[in-house]
């Protein structure tokens, strides 16, 4: 566990900068880890492999942190859980349609979470039988530029109240001079400068939108390749967006 920190760690400072093809390489083994841990009852997968699964829809990803959180920043293609712990084995048997052998991958908050274990051990005693965990967590996911998505309720939920937050809109000048969000910065995902930019602190939360949600996709790949990692996007349409906040 602590090699694994370790190597995270000294990881994240040239991945999470500029960085060539040859920082990419450099880094390459940071993907292939895992947490570990001695005696688990279902197998981990590493970063590399998430991103696999994610991009080929090879299995469902499961999100086991409250529903309070997911909104607030997910991993894209993943699935909440709604209600209580003590209802998330029910909603992932509807979830499946009663077909135990589905492939289910699970995430928390990190490689002290036990949210994740706890479901995942449930899921086996119940007769699952393809359950692993990205025991890594949303943190470790986010320090190496993996996107996360923030919905709708998760902005509501912080847009007056939180005034640390930084907004950035995708969309062109031309559209940015007509409307935004207000406060919010305009800012390009070929030319990654605004004078928002929060240089003085890079742990600063950024939430991204455009004109849907590939455009804002977009943004946040472009940032995963720079040294912010508490940044998430907004998946729907600037209508959408704009028109909630209008009327909260």
């Known amino acids: 566990m602590r090699q694994l920190i370790a190597l995270v760690v000294a990881s994240c400072m040239p991945l999470l900068a500029d960085f060539s093809s040859t920082a990419i390489a450099q880094t390459n083994s940071v993907f292939q880890a895992t947490v570990g841990e001695p ?3 279902t197998a981990e997968v590493t970063t590399e492999q998430l991103r696999r699964i994610l991009a080929d829809h090879s299995g469902i990803v499961l999100d086991t942190r409250p529903p309070a959180e997911f909104v607030a920043g997910h991993i894209p293609g993943a699935r ?3 209600g209580g712990p003590t209802q998330y084995l ?6 499946v349609g009663g077909d135990k052998t589905k492939a289910l991958v699970l995430y928390c908050n990190g490689p002290f979470c036990q949210a ?9 005693a119940a007769g699952f039988t393809n359950v692993r965990r990205y025991q890594l967590g949303l943190p470790i996911w986010r320090a190496l530029g993996g996107p996360t998505v923030i919905e709708l309720e998760g902005i509501l939920r912080n847009f007056r109240a939180d005034q640390t937050v930084v907004y950035f809109d995708a969309r062109s000048p031309s559209e940015f001079i007509q409307g935004s969000l207000p406060g919010a910065h ?5 030319d990654l400068k605004s004078p928002g930019l929060p240089f003085d602190d890079f742990n600063r939360r950024i939430v991204l939108f455009g004109r849907d949600g590939a455009d804002a996709r977009r943004l946040a790949d472009a940032f995963s390749k720079r040294a912010w990692h508490n940044v998430s996007y907004y ?7 704009s028109a909630a906040i209008r009327d909260k």
Not at 116 to 123: G, I, V
Not at 186 to 190: P, R
């Open 39 to 41: 005696d688990q009852k």
């Open 90 to 95: 029910d909603k992932v048997e509807q979830m």
């Open 80 to 82: 909440g859980l709604k």
């Open 186 to 190: 305009n800012i390009s995902a070929e």
């Open 116 to 124: 994740s274990k706890r479901l995942a051990e449930q899921l086996i």
């Open 235 to 241: 998946p729907g349409t600037f209508e959408s967006l």
